[in-house]
């Protein structure tokens, strides 16, 4: 059981660049979420999934787009990157089970430079 | 708007002591309040979960209490190690159906031999 994987670990991109940051788990859970960490701050979140083919907006969305084609795979993609988007990406599932006290499991993280 | 707040932002301890952070919370509605442990480089782990009845939780040396007319928490941690350095993050869930957490910036602490 990998849990929760991110990929990369680590890019840089130039101003203006686009890449992808792929994550997954095997757990089989519905929700998915991205956040990013700067900084003397707390973790903030991005955009966040409720299951397969549903996304929605978190408190910082703006540049970032996502995906969940599939259940196990959550995408969070940069159109145009810029130097405020210099941070530290986790990714991060929980189950489905009714409960508000369910855990959410992070990765690892991908730390992101934009130059 | 909803805010966690931490303190210290950052605390050394030697090998063997006790310490306490402190977490400050405006959540509203209140559901559930977890200490996370993040170690450098890595993912946050969670360490314990409160609900709004819960005043105490202990996972090993790591013992967290909750008030929830003070809207404070705290996490205290006995015998530390030198694996016990690592960030500890508190967090609070609104109670809303997307288990929307908000993040305090954490205290980084370090435990010295």
């Known amino acids: 059981n990998a849990g929760v994987t991110q990929t990369p670990k680590f890019r840089v991109l130039k101003t203006g660049q686009s890449m992808t940051l792929l994550c997954a788990q095997d757990?089989?859970?519905?929700?998915m979420y991205w956040y990013r960490q700067d900084p003397g701050m707390g973790l903030r979140l991005i955009h966040y999934?409720?299951?397969?083919?549903?996304?929605a907006k978190g408190e910082v969305p703006d540049g970032y787009n996502v995906s969940r084609l599939k259940k196990q795979n959550f995408l969070l993609g940069l159109e145009s990157a810029a130097p405020s988007q210099t941070s530290v990406y986790f990714c991060a599932s929980r189950p489905l089970t009714g409960g508000s006290t369910d855990t959410q499991y992070f990765g690892p993280g991908t730390r992101l430079t934009v130059l | 708007k909803n805010q966690v707040e931490q303190s210290p932002q950052s605390l050394i301890i030697l090998e063997g002591k006790n310490c306490t952070l402190q977490?400050?919370?405006?959540?509203?509605?209140?559901?559930?309040l977890r200490w996370y442990k993040q170690d450098t480089g890595r993912g946050p782990v969670s360490l314990t979960i409160?609900?709004?009845?819960?005043n105490t939780k202990s996972n090993g040396r790591y013992t967290a209490t909750l008030d929830a007319d003070t809207k404070q928490s705290s996490l205290h941690i006995t015998a530390s190690q030198l694996s016990d350095s690592a960030s500890y993050i508190c967090?609070?869930?609104?109670?809303?159906?997307?288990?929307?957490?908000?993040f305090g910036g954490g205290t980084r602490l370090m435990v010295k031999p």
């Open positions: 757990m089989n859970h519905e929700y």
């Open positions: 967090v609070v869930s609104a109670g809303n159906a997307g288990n929307m957490l908000t």
């Open positions: 409160m609900t709004f009845s819960e």
């Open positions: 999934s409720v299951g397969e083919g549903t996304t």
């Open positions: 977490c400050n919370y405006t959540v509203s509605p209140f559901s559930n």
